[in-house]
Structures are given as C-alpha cells and as structure tokens.
C-alpha cells in the first residue's frame, strides 16, 4: 500500500506563495504519475496537476497555468506544488494523488490518496 503525507498548506494572502510537498511511502514511486487535486466547500473535487513518472509530461487545470508548477524528486519519493500569485478562488483541501489516470479528461482518477492539507487564500 503506498501512503502519501503532504505538508506545506496553511494560510496566505492573495498574491503570496506555498509550497505543498507529498512524501510517498515505497519501492515504485519513479513508476507513478503523480497529481494534485483539490475540493472548495460545496463543489466537486478537480485536478489541479499531473506528472508523469519521469518528469518530462505535465497537465495544469487552466484555472491554474502559468501560476503553478508541479515537480518531482524521485530519490526522494516525493513531488511538489508550487503555487504562485495566489487568489481567493484557490482555496481549497488540496490532496496528493499517486498513480493517477485520464488525467486530461473530465474524469481523472487514482488509486493512492494523500489525507488532504488546507489552504487558505485571504483577501
């Protein structure tokens, strides 16, 4: 079973930055696509980003291109979401996601979940 602990989510003003980091537990991370997905209050959840298990293929929501990046350190076992120029509307419980599929459809999935880390943009 792989296990995925997250950190780096907590409160920000608009415009400011985070950085959420997911840990992943086993042998096989290189082997994953990798992804972030996020839930408001009262809608559904979506995926923000994806990458594949080398690195080299990524997907950003729109909502989310040319502000955030996500990336991988596969010695570590462990990828990254950089969110930039942050805005109200990004607030959320983001959730890392391991072995994620049909990324960029309008039903992406995955079979390892993170617990979920709150961020929180402020006006």
């Known amino acids: 079973q792989v296990q995925l602990v997250e950190s780096g989510g907590g409160l920000v003003q608009a415009g400011g930055s985070l950085r959420l980091s997911c840990a992943a537990s086993?042998?096989?991370?290189?082997?994953?696509?990798m992804g972030w997905f996020r839930q408001a209050p009262g809608k559904e959840r979506e995926i923000v980003a994806a990458i594949s298990g080398g690195g080299r293929s990524t997907y950003y929501a729109d909502s989310v291109k040319g502000r955030f990046t996500i990336s991988r350190d596969n010695a570590k076992n462990t990828v990254y979401l950089q969110m930039n120029s942050l805005k109200p509307e990004d607030t959320a419980v983001y959730y890392c996601?391991?072995?994620?599929?049909?990324?960029?459809?309008?039903?992406?999935?995955?079979?390892?979940w993170g617990q979920g880390t709150p961020v929180t943009v402020s006006s």
């Open positions: 086993g042998r096989t991370f290189s082997s994953y696509t």
């Open positions: 996601a391991a072995d994620v599929s049909a990324w960029r459809t309008a039903q992406p999935s995955a079979n390892y």
